[in-house]
């Protein structure tokens, strides 16, 4: 690994949410649930939402309208 990522990886005190089992059955249904209501979004932010479901986690995004429709709390950190 680059020495770049492994500082950032020590920042973060190697605390990373993976895209695991969990995860994409998560993603799965979101997906599905998406697709019914005909509110068809972008995979790779079904699978951010999905990790974020997973973990019961929280969201920090700008671009919090993608993820309105996620039972999670999503929070814009560049809004006052």
Same mark, same amino acid.
């Given at each position: 690994?680059?020495?770049?990522?492994?500082?950032?990886?020590?920042?973060?005190?190697?605390?990373? &949410?993976?895209?695991?089992?969990? @995860?994409? =059955?998560? +993603? !799965?249904?979101?997906?599905?649930?998406?697709?019914?209501?005909?509110?068809?979004?972008?995979?790779?932010?079904?699978?951010?939402?999905?990790?974020?479901? &997973?973990?019961?986690?929280?969201? @920090?995004? =700008?671009? +919090? !309208?993608?993820?309105?429709?996620?039972?999670?709390?999503?929070?814009?950190?560049?809004?006052?």
């Amino acid at each position: 690994m680059s020495q770049v990522f492994e500082l950032i990886l020590e920042e973060m005190d190697s605390r990373i &949410a993976v895209f695991d089992e969990e @995860a994409a =059955r998560v +993603t !799965a249904s979101l997906m599905a649930s998406r697709q019914k209501k005909g509110r068809v979004r972008d995979l790779r932010d079904s699978m951010i939402a999905g990790v974020v479901l &997973a973990r019961n986690a929280s969201l @920090a995004t =700008r671009n +919090t !309208a993608h993820f309105s429709d996620v039972p999670a709390t999503v929070v814009n950190p560049w809004e006052a």
